[in-house]
């Protein structure tokens, strides 16, 4: 997914909030997903996000979107060690197979 | 409903075996996706199914793959003369589409080719 770009690490104390960035090109994409996967597991469905809305706030998660900078944010409040993981980013397809393309993930460090 | 299932979640081969993966998506999902992902990457698209009709493939997919949807239920995915390179984990998706087209994903298989 070279057309959608993350930081590669991020590492947060336990507690504080964590910020995961994404960069996308595709201006067309209607829907923007966060998707979570841990060590040997599949992708698990976090949120998302309409191209027309700014902001999606869901219990701990925050999501943020740019469309003028075609900028995305993942907001974790309070970050817990449960929350280390892969964090993808991806846009949807905005027509026929809706296909997903994704970065190249963001690996999310919380230390105790 | 207990989600996307793949089966099986790991499988060692030799190269030039061939192997076949399956996938059961959440049972009134139309929209079944094949992704294949390696290692420090996020998945990409292979092949995508809305109920039995495989409407696209990407140019990932070599003729040595193919996948099917019988009755427009579980999904296969083969791979025939199996190389190397195909060391992948192979995750299958599915959706209901409309309004907001999200994609649940299985376990994944891991396939490691010796």
């Known amino acids: 997914g070279e057309d959608v770009e993350q930081s590669l690490f991020l590492s947060v104390r336990e507690g504080d909030s964590s910020v995961i960035n994404c960069t996308y090109t595709?201006?067309?994409?209607?829907?923007l997903y966060w998707y979570k996967q841990e060590p040997g597991a599949g992708l698990q469905l976090l949120t998302y996000i309409f191209s027309n809305m700014d902001m999606k706030q869901d219990q701990r998660l925050t999501v943020l979107l740019n469309k003028k900078d075609k900028h995305l944010s993942l907001r974790i409040a309070d970050t817990q060690t449960g929350d280390s993981a892969i964090y993808f980013c991806?846009?949807?397809?905005?027509?026929?197979?809706?296909?997903?393309?994704f970065g190249s993930g963001t690996r999310l460090q919380v230390q105790p | 409903d207990t989600g996307v299932s793949q089966d099986p979640r790991h499988k060692i081969t030799k190269r030039g075996q061939n192997v076949t993966f399956r996938c059961d998506p959440i049972?009134?999902?139309?929209?079944l996706y094949w992704y294949r992902q390696t290692l420090g990457q996020g998945p990409e698209f292979l092949t995508y199914?809305?109920?039995?009709?495989?409407?696209?493939k990407s140019r990932l997919l070599s003729d040595r793959f193919s996948a099917e949807r019988p009755k427009g239920s579980f999904s296969t995915l083969e791979i025939q003369r199996t190389e190397q390179g195909d060391s992948a984990m192979y995750l299958c998706?599915?959706?209901?589409?409309?309004?907001?087209?999200?994609?649940?994903f299985g376990p994944g298989t891991r396939l490691t080719v010796t």
């Open positions: 998706a599915s959706s209901s589409g409309q309004p907001t087209y999200e994609q649940y």
């Open positions: 199914f809305q109920n039995e009709a495989q409407l696209e």
């Open positions: 595709d201006s067309s994409s209607t829907y």
């Open positions: 991806a846009r949807g397809q905005d027509t026929g197979r809706r296909a997903l393309t």
């Open positions: 049972s009134e999902h139309n929209r």
